[in-house]
């Protein structure tokens, strides 16, 4: 079965610009989160979805948004990028309400976002 | 908010030695995770460990949640252990996010 898969892997951009990172659910699994890592640090959490809603969020700026589509996956938005925005960007799976919103979570391998 | 403090924050190991790693929490936790994050990013879950001991082959883990803390024992460590290790809570009834500790960086030597 495949995990977590996250969209691109590596990604460059210039300060001011948009930037769109996806990733795609364990089959069966209707949460998704995102977190944020910068280095030296753990995972920061931005947002949880579940069935299309927003569940959570984390204390970031209005900059960042995010959305989950109805095969569960789900987009991470973020504008204005800043120099600060430069980080490994996380998704997480999990099974969600149905088993409880505490069930374990399982991660994507990340995509690391530079902005130059 | 929930406070998860790991230590050591750094470890280096020869090859062939024991550690054990500690997470404290500063509340009650309904669950808790131990992961490994490997060089290249990804977080590798070792443990899903609310409460109660588990073993994985050299990795074991013990979570004593009445007194807020986690133990993840390494045995025989080898040179792919190395990493940081990361214990994550959830807290809160109907809470949705996983709080991170800030990690403990293992280096294994040959």
């Known amino acids: 079965d495949a995990g977590v898969t996250q969209s691109p892997t590596h990604l460059i951009k210039t300060r001011g610009q948009h930037v769109t990172l996806r990733c795609s659910p364990i089959?069966?699994?209707?949460?998704v989160s995102w977190y944020q890592q910068v280095l030296g640090q753990g995972p920061q959490f931005i947002f949880q979805?579940?069935?299309?809603?927003?569940?959570g969020r984390g204390n970031f700026p209005d900059r960042f948004s995010a959305r989950q589509f109805p095969n569960y996956s789900s987009e991470l938005n973020v504008n204005a990028l800043l120099l600060g925005d430069s980080a490994l960007y996380l998704c997480?799976?999990?099974?969600?309400?149905?088993?409880?919103?505490?069930?374990?979570?399982?991660f994507g391998q990340g995509t690391r976002l530079t902005v130059v | 908010g929930i406070q998860v403090e790991q230590s050591p924050p750094d470890l280096i190991l020869q090859e062939g030695a024991n550690s054990t790693l500690r997470c404290n929490f500063s509340?009650?936790?309904?669950?808790l995770q131990w992961f490994h994050q490997n060089p290249w990013g990804q977080l590798i879950n070792l443990f899903y460990?609310?409460?109660g001991t588990k073993q994985n082959g050299r990795l074991s883990a013990t979570t004593v949640a009445t007194e807020r803390y986690s133990l993840l024992y390494i045995s025989s460590s080898q040179t792919t252990d190395s990493g940081v290790y990361f214990c994550?809570?959830?807290?809160?009834?109907?809470?949705?996010?996983?709080?991170f500790g800030k990690g403990t960086k293992l280096s294994v030597i040959p």
């Open positions: 997480a799976s999990s099974p969600g309400r149905t088993g409880g919103w505490n069930t374990e979570a399982f």
């Open positions: 089959s069966g699994h209707k949460s």
């Open positions: 979805y579940y069935e299309k809603e927003e569940r």
């Open positions: 509340d009650s936790v309904n669950n």
């Open positions: 460990i609310p409460s």
């Open positions: 994550a809570v959830y807290s809160g009834a109907g809470s949705y996010q996983l709080t």
